[in-house]
Structure formats: C-alpha cells, structure tokens
C-alpha cells in the first residue's frame, strides 16, 4: 500500500498537531521561540493545533499523509493564492492560545512573524507555511508524497509556490522539487535565518 495523502478535518488536528510538534521539535525557529526543551512538544502543538483549526482548514489547502495503518505521520499546511494572511477574526481567535502556548515568549513569536510578513513575496502564489514528519515518518516517502500532492495542483494552475525553509540543509531537498532561493531573513535581536525559496509552474 502506498502513501495515502489526504485534505485534512477538523478530526484530524489533534494527531496532526502532534507529529509537525515531534517535527519541529530540533527547528532553529521554534528552538528560538521556545527555548524550553521540556515545554515545547506541548507548545508547539497548541500552535499548530490552532494555526489548523482557525486558519488553514478554512482555505482548503492543508493536507496530512497517513502510514499504511492509517496513522497520521505527518502533514502540509498551504495557503492559497491571496490567502496566506490570517483574517482579524482569526487572528483574535488563535491570539489567546498562541500567548499561552508561547508564555514570556510570545513577543519573540511576534517578531518571528513579522519578520516572514515583511519579506512575504507579493505575487499571488500557493504558500506551504508548514511542511513536517513525525519520527516514525521519516525516510518513508511522506514528505515528497506531501509536496507533489499540491505543487501538481500549482503546474495545472500555473500558479507559483513559495516557502521558507528554516533550516539550510534542507535547502537542496526543496530544490529537487523545482524551489529556487531568493532571499535570506534574517530574524531580529540575533535570531535565526530563514531562506526564501520561490518555484514557478512547470
């Protein structure tokens, strides 16, 4: 049985949220954000959990991969075309749980964001705002089979894609699949860098 890829529900967000926590647990920028080793599975998964829920279901492009079993090992967050920015409504919906997700470390957060806005191209494009495994995931094809699911919707569209890697070693896997670099940003008060990574449709 191959890799099942599938649009995520509102079932699914706790697993989901859970294996892009187990994911991102070593990230550079959620290290930075949530520098307490033994709080961050559990903050990172309120934040994905929320990010889910009040933004990226609603715009359709959210997708996870399931293990033969049926168990969710990891998922694609996209955005689309004009939609990348939350709405107000949905920012004062995540706001409460972001806080208490991140603590003292919540105008950190912000900065981190406000970083990726300032540098967000403005071109109309599918934006993958999270792309992640689980452990047991791993190795097991699932993150191709998460890129290919969408970036062959973008090649029918001829739409662009864009993204932000976070860490540079995985600056070449992006470029198998056709993402270019275009900038480095450069999180503020000695933070982490990110690289802007741009794909035109084949």
Same mark, same amino acid.
């Given at each position: 049985?191959? *890799? /099942? *890829?599938?649009? /995520? +529900?509102?079932?699914?967000?706790?697993?989901?949220?859970?294996? =892009?926590?187990?994911?991102?647990?070593?990230?550079? /920028?959620?290290?930075?954000?949530?520098?307490?080793?033994?709080?961050?599975? @559990?903050?990172?998964?309120?934040?994905?959990?929320?990010?889910?829920?009040?933004?990226?279901?609603? $715009?359709?492009? @959210?997708?996870?991969?399931?293990?033969?079993?049926?168990?969710?090992?990891?998922?694609?967050?996209?955005?689309?075309? $004009? &939609?990348?920015?939350?709405?107000?409504?949905?920012?004062?919906? +995540?706001?409460? !749980?972001? @806080?208490?997700?991140?603590?003292?470390? *919540?105008?950190? %957060?912000?900065?981190?964001?406000?970083?990726?806005?300032?540098?967000?191209?403005?071109?109309?494009?599918?934006?993958?705002? +999270?792309?992640? +495994?689980?452990?047991? $995931?791993?190795?097991?094809?699932?993150?191709?089979? =998460?890129?290919?699911? &969408? =970036?062959?919707?973008?090649? @029918?569209?001829?739409?662009?894609?864009?993204?932000?890697?976070?860490?540079?070693?995985?600056?070449?896997?992006?470029?198998?699949?056709?993402?270019?670099?275009?900038?480095? !940003?450069? *999180?503020?008060? %000695?933070?982490?860098?990110?690289?802007?990574?741009?794909?035109?449709?084949?």
């Amino acid at each position: 049985m191959g *890799v /099942v *890829v599938r649009p /995520v +529900t509102r079932s699914d967000v706790p697993a989901l949220s859970r294996a =892009l926590a187990e994911a991102f647990d070593d990230d550079p /920028v959620m290290c930075w954000i949530l520098p307490d080793a033994a709080r961050r599975p @559990a903050g990172l998964a309120r934040m994905f959990a929320a990010e889910i829920r009040y933004h990226h279901l609603a $715009g359709g492009g @959210a997708e996870l991969a399931e293990s033969p079993d049926g168990v969710v090992v990891g998922g694609a967050l996209w955005d689309p075309p $004009g &939609r990348w920015k939350q709405s107000t409504l949905n920012s004062l919906l +995540t706001l409460p !749980i972001t @806080a208490f997700a991140l603590g003292r470390h *919540v105008r950190v %957060g912000a900065e981190v964001s406000h970083a990726l806005e300032s540098a967000h191209p403005s071109e109309p494009h599918w934006y993958l705002a +999270t792309i992640g +495994t689980s452990a047991a $995931g791993r190795g097991g094809g699932y993150g191709k089979a =998460l890129l290919n699911s &969408r =970036l062959s919707r973008c090649d @029918a569209e001829g739409a662009p894609a864009y993204l932000e890697s976070s860490k540079e070693a995985n600056i070449p896997y992006y470029e198998r699949f056709g993402f270019e670099v275009t900038g480095e !940003i450069v *999180v503020p008060n %000695g933070g982490p860098s990110l690289w802007s990574m741009w794909r035109n449709p084949r």
